[in-house]
């Protein structure tokens, strides 16, 4: 899939008030995703969403898709004042979601977490664009907008291996091209603690519970009896 849809949406007002009634009302822990164009943009939606009840934010540093603005990800001083102020302004766990894109990945992984990150993404989007050869105009009005799907996976794998060679107690959630179990094992064993699912989601809404199954059925087949057994495995 390749988007340019930037971050529009209602706001964290409206946010909290048409999902927020809801989030207790879950059997399960929500995360909920922080995006603004500044500082203060981030803490005001994190204050927000823990307003609301989600049990941990996820802080997206890597949108790719704003147009005429550097992305937070590829800076780590801009990067690092973004967690540290949102650290600083919420209780919960917060992770910050990273770019593939950034040159030395590990590097930024490093200053997240020492500003208060409690664990990285790896990884959002990648540049991408594509051109209608009819109409011979770019496909996407912003021409270059985020790239996903099973095409990221190597991408986002390279990134995973990095970041846990260099920075192994740095939680690491993996995720870009996950349609299966095997790609969930791939990623453990490439050094993620934990797996998502993005893409897929678009075409298959419940496409996690047979992935899910697929994973379980594999660990029984190979004799896994726990996930951190195959953490990291393959580096």
Request: proline share 6%; charged share 15%.
């Amino acid at each position: 899939m390749l988007n340019g849809i930037g971050i529009q949406n209602p706001g964290i007002a409206a946010w909290t008030a048409e999902i927020g009634p809801h989030i207790g009302s879950l059997d399960l822990p929500v995360w909920g995703s922080a995006v603004g164009n500044s500082v203060d943009d981030f803490v005001a939606v994190a204050k927000g969403l823990h307003g609301a009840g989600v049990a941990a934010i996820e802080v997206n540093l890597s949108c790719p898709n704003l147009e005429g603005k550097t992305m937070f990800a590829l800076d780590p001083i801009a990067s690092r004042d973004v967690i540290s102020a949102v650290s600083e302004a919420v209780p919960i766990p917060i992770g910050a979601k990273l770019s593939p894109n950034a040159v030395g990945i590990s590097e930024i992984a490093g200053v997240v977490a020492q500003a208060g990150a409690d664990w990285v993404t790896l990884t959002n989007t990648a540049w991408g664009a594509a051109i209608d050869i009819e109409m011979r105009t770019p496909k996407i009005t912003s021409i270059v907008g985020g790239y996903s799907g099973v095409g990221l996976k190597p991408i986002s794998l390279r990134c995973v291996i990095e970041v846990y060679r260099d920075l192994p107690e740095l939680p690491i959630v993996g995720l870009g091209g996950v349609r299966s179990g095997s790609d969930v094992v791939e990623y453990l064993m490439a050094g993620a603690s934990a797996v998502g699912v993005g893409t897929a989601h678009f075409e298959t809404p419940k496409v996690g519970r047979r992935i899910i199954r697929e994973f379980v059925r594999w660990c029984r087949a190979h004799g896994v009896g726990n996930v951190a057994e195959l953490i990291g495995v393959a580096t």
